[in-house]
């Protein structure tokens, strides 16, 4: 049975619907993931889902309790903590900040004091804990605010970009108390994120929203490998979105024609269908000689521009089919690739992600 389950949500703001026909389930003990840009309705619905905000439409359900107007859900919101992208943190003490959601809850002044102890010596705060919490730097608030919602335990840990505006070094401890509050049993998190190597690393299950919708929802792998739509493709990593039409095909194996060339495909789509091929740039491999191996599409290119994004370098391949690929920097050093040199590029079929034109939004 699913912890929270949103039906039909939509949400309207000024004339302009900022959430449309919204389905999702969260289960319990896991970590759901939100991706999308800027503007995608991610916050607005964190914010439904919380009790901070109300729907225009449709129906938000939390351990089988429907969320209805006008009926008090104060008992409901206590089971559930938010932390926003902007830290937000009371001019107070750090010790007194993490404090406040035990105090509302009357509970005695030890037990007050254990777990605000224990939490911010779990957060490596301890030194601060009587400082103002506003004097600090935008990770350690973040840091504050994020044990001050998990110390009062909540059956449901909504998180809104939580690492957004941190360095690496604290975004890696943030992301590690995050798996911590997860699997040690103690609760559910809903987050958003736009970072894609986060949502790999924390999330079960992910929905990918565009527009205002959810475009596609299932567990990471299926997301990650398996795009329904080209604008999931594009946001997911497959840089390389080329359109064709299939005009050949083997049982399982079709010849899809891209401009003047074609480019063998794993595709149940019948001839003469348009498509859109999708292709991760780390899928692709580059040879200074035509490789003897198992892909069945090698192209003759030349390298149009090689830029190095330590530890990786992007190849802007020229040629048969335009290409962008990734690759280590020591093997684009090693290869000597320059621009005006070239390659053979490489891409097996089993790489290629072939949706189907009718069913891009």
């Given at each position: 049975m699913s912890l929270v389950a949103v039906s039909n949500l939509g949400k309207k703001i000024q004339e302009r619907w900022i959430l449309k026909d919204i389905n999702l389930k969260v289960e319990r003990g896991k970590i759901s993931a939100i991706f999308g840009p800027t503007g995608a309705g991610k916050t607005t619905l964190l914010r439904i889902i919380g009790l901070l905000d109300k729907p225009t439409a449709g129906l938000v359900t939390i351990n089988d309790l429907e969320v209805k107007p006008g009926i008090d859900n104060s008992l409901l919101r206590r089971k559930i903590s938010m932390v926003l992208q902007k830290p937000v943190v009371f001019n107070s003490s750090v010790w007194e900040n993490v404090a406040y959601g035990l105090r509302i809850r009357s509970l005695s002044y030890d037990l007050i004091k254990e777990r605000v102890d224990t939490i911010l010596n779990n957060f490596g705060l301890e030194k601060y804990a009587w400082l103002n919490a506003r004097k600090l730097s935008g990770g350690e608030m973040q840091k504050v605010a994020l044990a001050r919602a998990m110390v009062v335990k909540p059956e449901i840990l909504i998180l809104d970009e939580p690492t957004a505006n941190l360095d690496i070094k604290t975004s890696g401890e943030v992301e590690e108390k995050i798996k911590d509050y997860v699997y040690s049993g103690k609760g559910t998190i809903i987050m958003s994120t736009h970072d894609l190597q986060q949502g790999q690393r924390l999330a079960d299950h992910i929905s990918v929203m565009h527009n205002g919708t959810i475009t596609q929802y299932g567990d990471k792998g299926e997301i990650f490998y398996h795009?329904?739509?080209?604008?999931?493709?594009?946001?997911?990593?497959?840089?390389?979105?080329?359109?064709?039409?299939?005009?050949?095909?083997?049982?399982?194996?079709?010849?899809?024609?891209?401009?003047?060339?074609?480019?063998?495909?794993?595709?149940?789509?019948?001839?003469?269908?348009?498509?859109?091929?999708?292709?991760?740039?780390?899928?692709i491999t580059i040879s200074i000689n035509k490789p003897a191996g198992s892909a069945r599409n090698t192209y003759l290119c030349e390298i149009k521009r090689v830029s190095y994004l330590n530890p990786l370098a992007r190849i802007e391949l020229?040629?048969?089919?335009?290409?962008i690929c990734l690759i280590t920097s020591s093997s684009a050093r090693d290869l000597q690739l320059t621009s005006g040199k070239q390659v053979f590029a490489s891409i097996k079929t089993t790489a290629i992600r072939v949706i189907p034109k009718k069913i891009s939004i």
């Amino acid at each position: 049975m699913s912890l929270v389950a949103v039906s039909n949500l939509g949400k309207k703001i000024q004339e302009r619907w900022i959430l449309k026909d919204i389905n999702l389930k969260v289960e319990r003990g896991k970590i759901s993931a939100i991706f999308g840009p800027t503007g995608a309705g991610k916050t607005t619905l964190l914010r439904i889902i919380g009790l901070l905000d109300k729907p225009t439409a449709g129906l938000v359900t939390i351990n089988d309790l429907e969320v209805k107007p006008g009926i008090d859900n104060s008992l409901l919101r206590r089971k559930i903590s938010m932390v926003l992208q902007k830290p937000v943190v009371f001019n107070s003490s750090v010790w007194e900040n993490v404090a406040y959601g035990l105090r509302i809850r009357s509970l005695s002044y030890d037990l007050i004091k254990e777990r605000v102890d224990t939490i911010l010596n779990n957060f490596g705060l301890e030194k601060y804990a009587w400082l103002n919490a506003r004097k600090l730097s935008g990770g350690e608030m973040q840091k504050v605010a994020l044990a001050r919602a998990m110390v009062v335990k909540p059956e449901i840990l909504i998180l809104d970009e939580p690492t957004a505006n941190l360095d690496i070094k604290t975004s890696g401890e943030v992301e590690e108390k995050i798996k911590d509050y997860v699997y040690s049993g103690k609760g559910t998190i809903i987050m958003s994120t736009h970072d894609l190597q986060q949502g790999q690393r924390l999330a079960d299950h992910i929905s990918v929203m565009h527009n205002g919708t959810i475009t596609q929802y299932g567990d990471k792998g299926e997301i990650f490998y398996h795009p329904q739509t080209i604008e999931v493709a594009r946001f997911i990593g497959f840089d390389n979105i080329l359109t064709g039409t299939i005009v050949d095909r083997v049982n399982d194996l079709s010849l899809v024609k891209i401009s003047e060339h074609s480019l063998e495909v794993i595709s149940n789509e019948p001839i003469g269908s348009e498509v859109n091929i999708c292709l991760r740039p780390e899928d692709i491999t580059i040879s200074i000689n035509k490789p003897a191996g198992s892909a069945r599409n090698t192209y003759l290119c030349e390298i149009k521009r090689v830029s190095y994004l330590n530890p990786l370098a992007r190849i802007e391949l020229d040629g048969n089919i335009p290409l962008i690929c990734l690759i280590t920097s020591s093997s684009a050093r090693d290869l000597q690739l320059t621009s005006g040199k070239q390659v053979f590029a490489s891409i097996k079929t089993t790489a290629i992600r072939v949706i189907p034109k009718k069913i891009s939004i």
